[in-house]
C-alpha cells in the first residue's frame, strides 16, 4: 500500500490531459481518481515547501513571457532584479522567458538568489538559464501559492492574461485581509494607465472601494519602486537584510 501511494505521488504527468487540471475541473470522477489528484497536489505543495524553506526573503516579479531581450521592459526587469538584490532580497518569477527572464538574469548577474517556480504545460514554457532554484509545477493554483507565499513585495512588470491573473489574485489577498498589505507596483505608467482607468470606474460605480486603488504603486522609476518597498516592508518591520546568498544544495535537501 505505501509502495502504491508513493509510486502515485511521484508520477509525472505525461499527456496533455494529465499536464492540466482540466480534466480535473471537468466535474466529479471516480472516488479513486479524485483521490490521486488530491496526493498529487499535496505532493506539489510539499516539494514548494521544501525547495523554498531555506532561501531567505524574496521579491516576486511578474510580467509577460513574451517580451523580448531588446524591449525596454525586459532591460528595466533586468536593473529591477539587481536592485532587489541589493537591497538585499532574492529574486523569485515563474522561471519563464521575456519579463520573468529579465528579472532572474538580473539577480543572477548581482551575485543573488533567483528563484524560478515554473509550470510544466504541452506548448510552452521552458525554464530560463538564470535560475538558482528551479522548481517545476503541474498545477497553476499551487504554483500561486509558492509566488505569493514566500514573498514580501510584488512587482508587476507589463504582462498579459497570466500577468493580471496574479496581480488581481494578490490584491484580493490583500483586500480580504488574507495576507499582510504587502507592497505591489505597477512598473509601466503608460501601459498600466487604462487599467488604472478602470479602477477608477469601479470606485464610481462602488464596485471596489477608494481606499482599493491605494493597494497599487504605479510607477516608471527603478529608484522610486526600491524606496517604496524599503520604506512599506524594510523600515516599517525593521528588516536586518543583507544580499541573500545563494542557497545550497545541503540546505535544500534538509
Known sequence: MFEWITNLLRKKPHTEEEMEERVFLEGPHSRLREFGF?????????????????????????GSARTEEDSPYYQNAVKVGGELVN???????GGGPGIMEAANRGAHEAGGTSIGCNIILPFEQEPNPY?????????????????L???????????????????FETITLIQTKKIYNFPVILFGKEYF?????????????ETISPSDID???VTDSIEEAME???VNIVDNHELNLKKVPKPSRMLLEK
Not at 193 to 205: F, G, I, N, S
Open 87 to 93: 537591497m538585499g532580497f532574492g529574486v523569485m518569477t
Open 215 to 217: 493597494l497599487f504603486f
Open 149 to 167: 507565499k514566500y514573498s514580501y513585495a510584488f512587482i508587476i512588470m507589463p504582462g498579459g492574461a497570466g500577468t493580471m491573473d496574479e496581480l
Open 228 to 230: 517604496h518597498i524599503k
Open 38 to 62: 488530491l496526493l498529487r497536489v499535496m505532493w506539489g505543495f510539499l516539494y514548494g515547501f521544501r525547495s523554498l524553506h531555506f532561501v531567505g526573503p524574496l521579491v516576486t516579479v511578474f
Open 193 to 205: 494607465d487604462p487599467l488604472m482607468e478602470l479602477l477608477e470606474h469601479m470606485v464610481e460605480k
Open 131 to 147: 535560475l538558482d532554484v528551479m522548481i517545476n509545477f503541474n498545477y497553476f493554483f499551487v504554483r500561486k501559492v509558492m509566488l
